[in-house]
């Protein structure tokens, strides 16, 4: 654990150790299959190398220009969705859609997002949440619909 005012510096192997050891096997298993899964697509992958706070996050950037942020894998067993960062893109940009995203991810067991959500901020949802088979596949259904619309809205 780092001291108030200490910067660690975060890499894969370093972030993975980490997780396991707070949150156990289970819940690195999921991340590394979101990372297995996200490999090869429209994505990229950055750890936050800085954190005083000890909460280092593992994003999944959309690879556009510029790229949009849309998930954070915490260390503290959390998955963070970026609707701050996502509303700066079309058409996420309007409140419906990213309403629309709430329900879906709504959809999968473990994920409870309030209808009182403010739809501007950091909101986060349990990584346990995504451990069963279909509720992870539901999951990755759901990032994908969220890309195809963000791509979708560019070639308008």
């Known amino acids: 654990m ?7 510096k975060w890499d894969s192997v370093a972030w993975f150790e980490e997780l396991e050891k707070r949150r156990g096997q289970e819940e690195a298993k999921i ?18 190398s800085r954190r005083k706070d000890d909460r280092a996050t593992f994003w999944m950037f959309l ?24 509303m700066k893109f079309r058409p996420f940009n309007e409140e419906g859609f990213r309403r629309s995203l709430t329900d879906r991810l709504n959809r999968i067991a473990g994920i409870n997002l309030s209808e009182a959500l403010k739809l501007t901020g950091y909101p986060s949802v349990p990584i346990s949440a995504i451990k069963d088979e279909g509720d992870a596949t539901s999951f990755f259904e759901t990032i994908e619909w969220c890309i195809k619309e963000i791509k979708e809205a560019k070639i308008d």
């Open 63 to 86: 690879t556009s220009e510029p790229p949009c942020r849309l998930l954070g894998f915490r260390l503290d067993g959390k998955i963070e969705i970026r609707f701050g960062d996502l």
């Open 31 to 48: 991340v590394r299959k979101m990372e297995q899964w996200a490999t090869g697509g429209p994505f990229q992958f950055r750890w936050s």
């Open 2 to 8: 780092n001291r108030p005012g200490n910067i660690k």
